[in-house]
Nanobody, 124 residues
């Protein structure tokens, strides 16, 4: 089992920044990839970004490319999402997730473990 705990959500104005953190504990050595998803009210959970735990390759949704940066510190078992140039449409609950294989990194059902989520609200 892997436990994931997100932090860093909150309220920001359009054009502002927020940084999310995800602390992992438990059997983290089995995690191949860790990522961020988000879910707005009435919408499906969507892929935001993911990082290969070994090697650090990153992948982004087109909607956040150039504005968000995903990173990880392996020694701390912690992943981050730096969100810049925020837009009202970024408002959602953001979830941290991990998976034990590296395929289909954009698909939520492929992820094995999930955090409880953290709310991000961007005002216009």
């Amino acid at each position: 089992q892997v436990q994931l705990v997100e932090s860093g959500g909150g309220l920001a104005q359009a054009g502002g920044s927020l940084r999310l953190s995800c602390a992992a504990s438990g059997r983290t050595f089995g995690s191949a990839m860790m990522g961020w998803f988000r879910q707005a009210p009435g919408k499906e959970r969507e892929f935001v970004a993911t990082v290969r735990w070994s090697g650090g390759s990153t992948y982004y949704a087109d909607s956040v490319k150039g504005r968000f940066t995903i990173s990880r510190v392996v020694a701390k078992n912690t992943m981050y999402l730096q969100m810049n140039s925020l837009k009202p449409e970024d408002t959602a609950v953001y979830y941290c997730a991990s998976k034990t294989n590296s395929g289909n990194y954009y698909s939520a059902p492929e992820y094995d473990f999930w955090g409880q989520g953290t709310q991000v609200t961007v005002s216009s």
